[in-house]
């Protein structure tokens, strides 16, 4: 009988866990191995892509890819883990609840947004957090369109000036003025916390935050936070008032809570807290990845982000390790030593920075066709073909 891994998530991180480890047992010439992917859908869908317009259009098919490699896939919604029993409890597409068993488990399945119970945001906010909640945006801002002129109409407020808010906000006068025409008056504003623009970038990479949000007419309320959201706007924490037909939360993400049964450390995120290779301590047949994992990337203090360029290596080691755990091979530590950033600012261009002290390499339209590079083509999947795929999946080949 064959043993089975399976995973959890068909994001970034569980899709190249399974392509992973399809590569590692094809490689040891071991057809006793099954790889298996529970996902609601077997689709990648490319969360940095969501600040995007038809944002319908930022999802890959994973079937040519996973038929090509004989990865198995359950469409369904895992609910819980059982540990001391190693199988997953799931709802299948008609609703109805099973289990399937596994011999190696990978938690594979993201995070998602938190309001930190702000009144009135689950009712009154948008979010780009998810393709349906990013398509409802979409669908909101293009029905404004046919609403009488007025200055709410034409405001979108923007909650948190973090890396999505920044390339939402600064998307986001073109976009308007595409719908409302280019001599509306259109307003964006940031509402963040902190005190500076762009406050946790490095010095080089905060002035140009700055320089394209003045140039772009973004305004920043710095020191500022939201104290509740209605139909016609946001009132701030300190009592003034933003009229807007349009809020859209962006601060606060969280690791998925799949797996709180488990009895392991978690971080301020949500993440379980991982072996070098990515083991849940405790668990040896169950690993984390991606937005679920907290992993030292090197030896000098830094850990994975919960960004894409993690996950997609954090995955690959996971897929890896599980496979190596189950043909009785030695495991690889995780390590990713590169670190690169690269926001989009809009009709303004983009920048990239390297180093985890971000310095800045690109800017304006050079940085742009660097960003386009990177989330339409380096992050989709590989082409559904053995070879390339599994060149791609190698764990130890550069990504970054
Ligand atoms: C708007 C936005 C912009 C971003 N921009 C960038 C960027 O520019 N650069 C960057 O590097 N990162 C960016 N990120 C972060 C990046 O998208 C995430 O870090 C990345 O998607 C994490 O990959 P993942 O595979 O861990 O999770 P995800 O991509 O979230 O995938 C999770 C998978 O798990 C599945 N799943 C969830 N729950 C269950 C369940 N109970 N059962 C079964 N399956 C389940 C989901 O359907 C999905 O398939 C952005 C994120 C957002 C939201």
Redesign the pocket.
């Known amino acids: 009988m064959k043993q089975r891994i399976l995973i ?7 899709m190249w866990a399974a392509v992973s480890a399809a590569r590692l047992a094809y490689l040891q010439n071991n057809d006793a191995v099954e790889i298996a992917v ?4 077997p689709e990648l ?1 490319v ?2 892509r ?2 995007e317009a038809n944002v319908a259009t930022t999802t890959a098919d994973l079937q040519p890819l996973f038929a090509e490699l004989d990865i198995r896939f359950i469409t ?4 819980r883990i059982d540990a001391a029993e190693n199988r997953v409890w ?1 709802k299948t597409l008609q609703s109805d609840t099973t289990f399937i068993p596994y011999d190696k488990l990978i938690l ?4 998602h947004l938190h309001h930190f119970g702000i009144k009135g945001i689950a009712e009154y906010g948008f979010d ?2 998810q393709l349906d909640t990013a398509q409802r945006l979409e669908d909101h801002l293009n029905g404004l369109k046919n609403q009488p002129e007025s200055a709410a109409r034409n405001t979108v407020v923007v909650c948190g000036g973090g ?2 808010g920044i ?1 939402l906000a600064t998307e986001l006068p073109s976009r308007l003025k595409t719908l409302f025409g280019p001599h509306s008056k259109t307003k964006v504003v940031v509402v963040e916390k902190g005190s500076v623009i762009g406050g946790r970038y490095s010095e080089a990479l905060r002035n140009i935050i700055r320089e394209a949000s003045d140039e772009l007419g973004v305004e920043w309320r710095l020191n500022a936070g939201i104290e509740m959201v209605d139909a016609e706007g946001v009132t701030l924490q300190d009592g003034s008032r933003i009229n807007a037909s349009t809020v859209v939360w962006t601060a606060g ?1 969280k690791a ?1 809570p ?1 797996g709180e049964n488990l009895t392991a450390d978690r971080d301020a995120l949500g993440r379980f807290v991982v072996s070098p290779e990515l083991q849940i301590p405790g668990y040896s047949n169950i690993y984390a ?4 994992a907290h992993a030292k990337t090197d030896d000098v203090g830094n850990t994975a982000l ?6 997609i290596q954090l ?1 690959k080691f996971a897929g890896h390790n599980a496979a190596a755990s189950l043909l009785g091979m030695e495991g690889l530590p995780y390590r990713q030593q590169n670190y690169v950033t ?1 926001l989009d600012l809009g009709a303004w261009g983009a920048v990239y920075t390297e180093g985890w002290d971000q310095q800045v390499k690109l800017v304006r339209e050079e940085g742009k066709k660097l960003k386009i590079a990177i ?1 339409n083509e380096l992050i989709y999947p590989p082409k559904a073909d053995r070879e390339i795929a599994f060149a791609a999946a190698d764990p130890l080949a550069k990504f970054v």
Not at 306 to 311: I, L, Y
């Open positions: 959890i998530g068909s994001g970034f991180a569980g529970l996902a609601p859908q869908r969360r940095p969501f600040y369904g919604h895992a609910e799931y594979a399945s993201g995070s780009i957090d890396f999505t390339e993400v998925n799949l990845t991606g937005d679920m919960m960004t894409c360029q993690h996950a995955g690269c989330t």
